[in-house]
C-alpha cells in the first residue's frame, strides 16, 4: 500500500522556521522525483520546490527562494522542507508528490502551515 506521510506542520510566528518531512512507502521511492505544493484558501496549489531522484538538482518557486531547502534521504524513503524566515503569506496546507514520468503519481495527506504576524 502506497503512503506519503506529511508531517511538521505548526503554527509560528513570522520570521520563524520549520521542517517538514514526508515519509514514503509502498513503492520505489528513490526512482521519483519528489515535490512540495502548498494551497492556501481560496488559492490554487502552486508548487514550492522539486527535487530530482538522486537529490542532484533542486528548484523551487520565486516566492521561497532563499528561504526554503528541499532535500532527500533515499536510504529513509524521506523527503524534507527546511523553511525559514517564514513569512504570513507562507500559511497554507503543504503537501509532498512523487512524481515519475510513465508512472502514477502519488500525494501525500498534507500538513497545516500558519505563520502569525
Known amino acids: 500500500q502506497v503512503q506519503l506521510v506529511a508531517s511538521g506542520g505548526g503554527l509560528v510566528q513570522a520570521g520563524g522556521s520549520l521542517r517538514l518531512s514526508c515519509a514514503a512507502s509502498g513503492f520505489t521511492f528513490s526512482i521519483y522525483v519528489m515535490r512540495w505544493y502548498r494551497q492556501a484558501p481560496g488559492k490554487e496549489r502552486e508548487l514550492v520546490a522539486s527535487i530530482t531522484s538522486d537529490g542532484g538538482s533542486t528548484n523551487y518557486a520565486d516566492s521561497v527562494k532563499g528561504r526554503f531547502t528541499i532535500s532527500r534521504d533515499n536510504t529513509q524513503n524521506a523527503v524534507y522542507l527546511q523553511m525559514n524566515s517564514l513569512k504570513p503569506e507562507d500559511t497554507a496546507v503543504y503537501y509532498c508528490?512523487?512524481?515519475?514520468?510513465?508512472?502514477?503519481?502519488?500525494w501525500g495527506q498534507g500538513t497545516q502551515v500558519t505563520v502569525s504576524s
Open positions: 508528490k512523487a512524481v515519475r514520468l510513465g508512472l502514477r503519481d502519488y
